[in-house]
């Protein structure tokens, strides 16, 4: 891998960060966004299934944009909205503002999350695609690392909720502003590939791609490990009103969770993909073990704090291995490079549909059923994982593998 593939991967890796910031948020400061925008569950879950139903919306909508435009400016757009939104959030607007903001910033970053994709997969050559996205994945947790420290810098300065979640939001909106004028000058538009083609085209090849059994394949690991990985929110809830968790304790875990055991699981997973040359070989393994962990969690709570964390820690290691290659499978089911395109935009509006209703449907679980609720999702997602092996064992039937 040269070093301007390097470089390239760094920069939207660093890019994806911050404009990812304020979704990924959730997943460390859960209870400071809730109190502090003064929500339930229920509501709280909400803004994040309009997020969800607006990134759908333009995964559909990304190919379009793609063929118009090019990456760099959806890439600058997406910054600039990112830097814009969390500026009008800091004033607590009502909740249907709030609806709006989280629905327009899940739009503008679902045409560029595509985008984002389709830079790092044309970066390198096919037989390095393991290492790229491994090595994505590792930048994107540095970068990720930095901005949650800076974020819990800046919030010893409040005390009270809404004063620790304005600072959050002022600072992310800064974190992306600054990194709007970087991209400005840095990211140079790309070769576009034929900027010409017209919806004529892409109807046909959308038509013979729902016919296509290993498509659909393909989606549903997607969506089976976006709902392992959506799930892993909720544990350090779990931690500090279950297991009872220090809260200092549950947020290093979070942190390890969320950036540490991916800088681990990417390039284990990228090594052992690029060697069997497909990437199912990978998810089934480590959806059987998600599943089981999963299970575990369930079947044996009353097990001390320590092993249960370890179950969790295990869960966040196989969802991300799964997660940093579930996308190349779609380089290994027979596919011309414009129908990979246009499958990506499919696979990114089915695959990642969860956002638009996990978290309301993990919402009102836990806000119906209190503490038990836990248990409930640990159990759904258990299930579903287990499907998802079933599946990914009958693509290796079948013999997918890449060409190189």
């Known amino acids: 891998m040269n070093r301007n593939a390097v470089r390239m991967i760094l920069l939207i890796s660093a890019i994806y960060s911050t404009a990812y910031a304020l979704t990924l948020a959730k997943g460390i400061f859960y209870d400071e966004m809730m109190f502090g925008f003064q929500l339930n569950n229920l509501r709280f879950g909400q803004l994040f299934s309009a997020l969800g139903i607006c990134s759908m919306l333009a995964y559909l909508c990304a190919a379009w944009f793609s063929t118009r435009f090019s990456s760099r400016a959806i890439t600058l757009t997406a910054l600039l909205v990112n830097a814009a939104i ?3 959030l800091s004033l607590f607007p009502p909740y249907p503002v709030l609806l709006l903001c989280f629905a327009a910033m ?14 790092l997969r044309t970066s390198v050559p096919l037989h390095q695609q393991g290492h790229a996205f491994g090595l994505n994945y590792i930048f994107i947790s540095v970068t990720g690392i930095g901005i949650t420290l800076l974020c819990y810098a800046a919030l010893l300065f409040a005390d009270s909720a ?6 959050l939001l002022l600072l992310l909106s800064g974190i992306n502003a600054v ?43 997607v969506f089976i490990n976006y709902i392992d990985y959506c799930t892993l929110n909720y544990t350090q ?18 942190i390890l969770r969320m950036y540490f055991i991916v800088m681990l699981a990417a ?3 990228g090594a052992i993909t690029d060697r069997y040359r497909a990437s199912v070989v990978l998810i089934r393994a480590v959806f059987l073990l998600y599943a089981m962990c999963a299970g575990a969690l369930v079947l044996v709570s009353s097990l001390p704090a320590f092993f249960l964390v370890l179950l969790i820690l295990a869960m966040c290691m196989t969802a991300n291995m799964a997660r940093s290659m579930s996308l190349i499978t779609i380089s290994e089911i027979g596919l011309t490079p414009y129908a990979v395109s246009v499958a990506m935009c499919m696979i990114s509006f089915l695959g990642y549909s ?24 640990f159990t759904m997602t258990a299930v579903l994982t287990a499907v998802g092996f079933l599946i990914c064992h009958w693509l290796r039937r079948r013999g997918i593998r890449r060409s190189f």
């Open 267 to 269: 390039p284990v997973a």
């Open 237 to 254: 809830p779990y931690l500090t009103n279950v297991v009872k968790v220090p809260s200092a304790a549950a947020n290093l875990i979070a």
């Open 162 to 167: 809404a004063g620790k979640l304005r600072i």
């Open 354 to 377: 969860p956002d638009a209703f996990y978290y309301s449907l993990c919402g009102w679980i836990l806000d119906r059923f209190g503490t038990a609720g836990y248990h409930y999702i």
């Open 86 to 88: 969390p500026a009008v």
């Open 106 to 119: 899940g739009f503008t970053n679902g045409i560029f999350y595509p985008t984002s994709v389709s830079i």
């Open 179 to 221: 990194f709007f004028l970087l991209a400005a000058f840095c990211l140079h538009p790309q070769e576009e590939e034929q900027k010409s083609r017209t919806e004529e085209h892409m109807l046909p090849t959308v038509f013979s791609l729902l016919r296509t059994p290993t498509v659909w394949a393909v989606i549903l690991i």
